[in-house]
T-cell receptor, first 111, second 111 residues
Framework: QKEVEQDPGPLSVPEGAIVSLNCTYS??????FMWYRQYSRKGPELLMY????GNKEDGRFTAQVDKSSKYISLFIRDSQPSDSATYLC???????????FGSGTKLNVKP | EPEVTQTPSHQVTQMGQEVILRCVPI?????FYWYRQILGQKVEFLVS????????KSEIFDDQFSVERPDGSNFTLKIRSTKLEDSAMYFC?????????FGPGTRLTVL
């Protein structure tokens, strides 16, 4: 079983739609959860960071962590064509250096 | 806003040659990472580095790879004898506390 599972997509939505991106994980020791956005041939850009469980909102983006289900989500409201990218989830256990990445979900927002 | 920088942006080399990829971390960051991403594939962890030593490495990071901080600021990845399958984007990432920030990457092409 992979440490982090993420549907690769592609996910295609019309402009203005609400997008839901998800990852599941198997290691209950994960404490730090991140979402990155990666445009083609660019480095991953940190979007959201959450420690342990709960929700966090930043503009059009909301990150949720459900540790009981080992499930994290990223919601994008009022999606824009500029949101078209690959979204990577990443997580890390407390007191460990290594980050574990999902395989990324490719999102296409159509005008 | 401070950024991770990487040089060169693109490196072309012949199979069997040695390459050194360079990264300048964000000032006061203490944890350093190298990742690899083959075109169209997932981000793969190579190695993490803290306090002048490797803290974790993946099975990809074999004897052909090495890392060091030669002058207290740069962080380098050396590939001793490149193979065709080393062609990929190489990303440096650094962190101070909970989250890591990525550089723009070096595209390595092995001919």
């Amino acid at each position: 079983q992979k440490e982090v599972e993420q549907d690769p997509g592609p996910l295609s939505v019309p402009e203005g739609a609400i997008v839901s991106l998800n990852c599941t994980y198997s290691n209950s020791a994960f404490q730090y959860f991140m979402w990155y956005r990666q445009y083609s041939r660019k480095g991953p850009e940190l979007l959201m960071y959450t420690y342990s469980s709960g929700n966090k909102e930043d503009g059009r983006f909301t990150a949720q962590v459900d540790k009981s289900s080992k499930y994290i989500s990223l919601f994008i409201r009022d999606s824009q064509p500029s949101d078209s990218a690959t979204y990577l989830c990443a997580m890390r256990p407390y007191n460990f250096n290594k980050f574990y990445f999902g395989s990324g979900t490719k999102l296409n927002v159509k005008p | 806003e401070p950024e991770v920088t990487q040089t060169p942006s693109h490196q072309v080399t012949q199979m069997g040659q040695e390459v050194i990829l360079r990264c300048v971390p964000i000032s006061n960051h203490l944890y350093f990472y190298w990742y690899r991403q083959i075109l169209g594939q997932k981000v793969e962890f190579l190695v993490s580095f803290y306090n002048n030593e490797i803290s974790e490495k993946s099975e990809i990071f074999d004897d052909q790879f090495s890392v060091e901080r030669p002058d207290g600021s740069n962080f380098t990845l050396k590939i001793r004898s490149t193979k065709l399958e080393d062609s990929a984007m190489y990303f440096c990432a650094t962190r101070r506390t909970d989250t890591q920030y990525f550089g723009p990457g070096t595209r390595l092409t092995v001919l």
